[in-house]
């Protein structure tokens, strides 16, 4: 997935249902509470599709980051090679360009980039998920309230706030293996102490060091190397709550994580099928990979009741930065080699960083019979770049070639600036029928400038300052009508939005290609959310149709990496979860996803789609079953068992014209299935957990790059984590 510009290179009501040891979030002990409108409401009084899954839930599955969680959330999807560097796509709103679709939040603070210039779809915030009260996941649009990028929808991380009700110190510990591959370590901990009536301070932290599992069967010097694929994953946040009075509340907070891995989860593949060649997961790599990813999240709320209405202040200050080193031999070694005779390995170094100041204030109404109302207004700041340089390196070494000419080196500076408003109401039409309707005016301005040099860049090349300015309106409207006290039916009509702006260009490019332009979609939802008075059963479905307009795709021009705009696409689809709760400590949650996203216009000829191609990396059909049960042994002991299994269908790569005209069709990764169980047992101040991740060894395939920097014409596909076995010691009091 290395994205480079100087070469190619509801619906869901989901409260995940555990173990009685899954808390359901806030509210009472039945009613799941989110903040997916930024005000606390029953999940099922949202007239819009919503995920939830609690922090209890995310221990109970051993899960830490996206790919963990993946089977809880319907229609979600992950497009990834490596730890932090992936793409999250809902609905199937992917095109394969480089800014996002699906905005990632941590509380109030969203991270990552705006624009399409600091590859912010394939950089999605992967924060670790000890600590987290609850992740919501949002489908559809939602540009009214979160702005721009989050077209597809958003996940949000909302974490546990400091408490001054008590003291609480807890820590976990585990130890996997993994099939094929070296052992994991992973530890976390946390503390809560309150430092009187009105101050309380939390802090947690968590080292994840997680074996490889991939062979290396290119490096130069040796025939094998094992387990190039480790990584490690460690940081921890900090907050302090000031609450003078119960109408005001001060929370200042500091996250930091760093992700490093030692090579990609990618191995050689077939081209054609994207299953594993030389029946092993191996990778031929020359020079040693490595990536390093860091987030770093500061922000300050103020919370303050004013009584005629609540006013919320959030600011915040984020960073995310990420240096790699890929192997590039395969695809240009023989080159350097031609035009200099020397003999060579040859690599990319790449730094992306985005820095990014944003400020929100926001009225909303108390609840009321009637009328309820937000209004809020909205600041972004963002500073981003990217620099890269291309070295040619004597063979099984990291040194330099002597006496070569500058090969490579490219830098790209961006700012992006933002100013928002947005409100949004519910008008109360009687006992049973709700309108909700919002809408949001921006404006933004964009400025870049590019300088690239060496001999594979055309000699030295300074562009002028590029610069772009746009403003646009969003809006949702949605009906709610409740049939009963345990029944709702609602419709929903969105817009959803994402900039255009400078280009990135190579030497001698058409001028029009300078800026591109915004691509938006119109989703329109109905959806049903029911369950029983004793809410031993429930169901949550909804269907959707998004027209897209405008698409913004990614290609290639005298290898620089260019963004374009294409014609249209739409996406269809049905979404459910319904959960069966039979006999005390018994449940059972089946969901689904059916999704048929597809281009209604071929895309430009450099892309390489053509109408009625699907769009990339969204299966048509996905299935997640869970099953737990807990029983007590006497005195606080509990046990409990538990299994998920998840289904997904083939799901289209990237765009690729010549393989579609040489094949008649698109690439497309296999199916697969993963099955997960864990079992426990909970004392009250201690736990030990077991549990088996991917107990069939599934090869299940999340990316597939080609042609790629592979020997032999073979691709390059990630695969998810092979068989994995774990135990999980839990102290805290």
Do not use: C
Request: net charge negative; glycine share 10%.
């Amino acid at each position: 997935m290395k994205k480079s510009f100087l070469m190619a290179g509801s619906l869901v009501a989901l409260a995940v249902t555990m173990p009685a040891h899954a808390d359901e979030a806030a509210g009472d002990e039945h009613d799941i509470v989110v903040t997916a409108q930024k005000r606390e409401q029953r999940l099922i009084d949202v007239p819009q599709s919503v995920s939830v899954v609690s922090g209890d839930a995310l221990e109970n599955v051993q899960a830490t980051n996206f790919s963990d969680y993946l089977k809880l959330v319907p229609g979600l999807q992950l497009n990834q090679t490596t730890a932090g560097f992936g793409r999250l796509v809902l609905r199937g709103v992917n095109t394969g360009g480089v800014a996002s679709t699906v905005a990632v939040y941590q509380d109030e603070t969203t991270f990552g980039s705006s624009s399409g210039l600091v590859n912010g779809a394939i950089l999605a915030g992967d924060f670790d998920t000890f600590d987290v009260e609850r992740i919501e996941v949002l489908r559809g649009p939602q540009g009214t309230i979160y702005g721009a990028s989050s077209m597809g929808g958003v996940l949000k991380y909302v974490t546990r706030k400091p408490d001054t009700s008590g003291v609480e110190v807890r820590a976990r510990g585990s130890v996997e293996t993994v099939k094929g591959g070296d052992a994991s370590y992973l530890g976390s901990a946390v503390v809560n102490v309150p430092l009187g009536d009105m101050v309380a301070f939390r802090a947690s932290g968590f080292y994840r060091d997680f074996g490889g599992f991939i062979d290396s069967i290119g490096t130069a010097g040796s025939d094998v190397e094992n387990d190039i694929n480790s990584s490690k994953s460690y940081g921890g946040r900090a907050s302090l709550l000031f609450k003078p009075s119960e109408s005001i509340s001060i929370q200042l907070s500091a996250y930091l994580q760093n992700l490093k891995t030692h090579a990609s989860n990618s191995v050689d593949s077939d081209p054609s099928t994207g299953r594993t060649l030389y029946g092993r997961l191996s990778q031929s790599q020359f020079v040693p990979e490595f990536t390093d990813v860091r987030y770093r999240v500061y922000s300050a709320v103020v919370d303050a009741d004013l009584g005629f209405a609540n006013l919320v202040w959030a600011t915040s200050y984020s960073s995310l930065s990420q240096s790699f080193r890929g192997d590039l031999t395969t695809q240009y070694g023989p080159l350097i080699e031609a035009f200099f005779g020397a003999p060579n390995d040859f690599y990319q170094g790449q730094l992306t960083r985005v820095r990014r100041f944003s400020q929100e204030i926001r009225l909303q109404s108390p609840e009321n019979e009637h009328f309820e109302w937000l209004l809020g207004a909205y600041y972004t700041r963002e500073k981003g770049i990217i620099d890269q340089d291309f070295n040619a390196v004597e063979p099984g070494t990291l040194t330099p070639i002597e006496d070569l000419p500058l090969l490579g080196i490219a830098t790209i500076n961006s700012r992006y600036r933002e100013l928002a408003g947005f409100a949004n109401a519910t008008l109360h039409l009687g006992e049973r029928f709700d309108l909700t309707f919002g809408g949001r005016y921006s404006g933004n301005k964009q400025v870049a400038d590019q300088v690239s040099d060496g001999a594979l860049a055309g000699g030295f090349n300074k562009l002028p300052k590029a610069r772009s300015s746009e403003n646009v309106f969003t809006f949702s409207v949605a009906p709610q009508f409740e049939i009963s006290d345990q029944a709702t039916i609602y419709a929903r009509v969105a817009k959803g939005f994402r900039p255009g702006g400078p280009n990135v260009l190579a030497p001698g490019a058409p001028p029009e290609l300078a800026t591109y332009g915004s691509d938006s979609l119109i989703s329109y939802e109905i959806g049903v959310k029911a369950e029983t008075v004793d809410r031993s059963f429930s169901i949550d479905i909804a269907a959707f149709h998004i027209d897209w307009k405008d698409i913004q795709v990614f290609g290639q021009v005298n290898d620089f990496g260019v963004n374009f705009n294409g014609g249209k696409a739409k996406s269809d689809g049905l979404e459910f979860t319904t959960t069966l709760r039979p006999a005390g400590g018994l449940t059972f949650s089946l969901n689904g996803a059916y999704t048929n996203a597809r281009l209604k216009d071929d895309t430009p000829p450099l892309v390489g789609g053509l109408a009625g191609d699907r769009l990339p990396y969204t299966p048509k059909y996905s299935i997640g079953a869970n099953a737990d049960y807990e029983w007590a042994l006497g005195g606080d002991t509990k046990a409990y068992v538990g299994a998920s299994v998840r289904s997904l269908s083939k799901q289209p790569a990237g765009f690729d014209l010549d393989f579609r005209t040489a094949n008649g069709r698109q690439r497309y990764l296999p199916a697969y299935e993963v099955v997960d169980l864990r079992a426990g047992v909970d004392f009250g101040k201690y736990s030990l957990e077991l549990y088996a991740k991917n107990l069939t060894d599934s090869e299940g395939k999340t990316s597939l790059e080609a042609p790629a920097n592979v020997p032999l014409g073979a691709a390059g596909t990630a695969v998810i984590r092979p068989r994995t076995f774990g135990v999980t010691l839990t102290a805290g009091f």
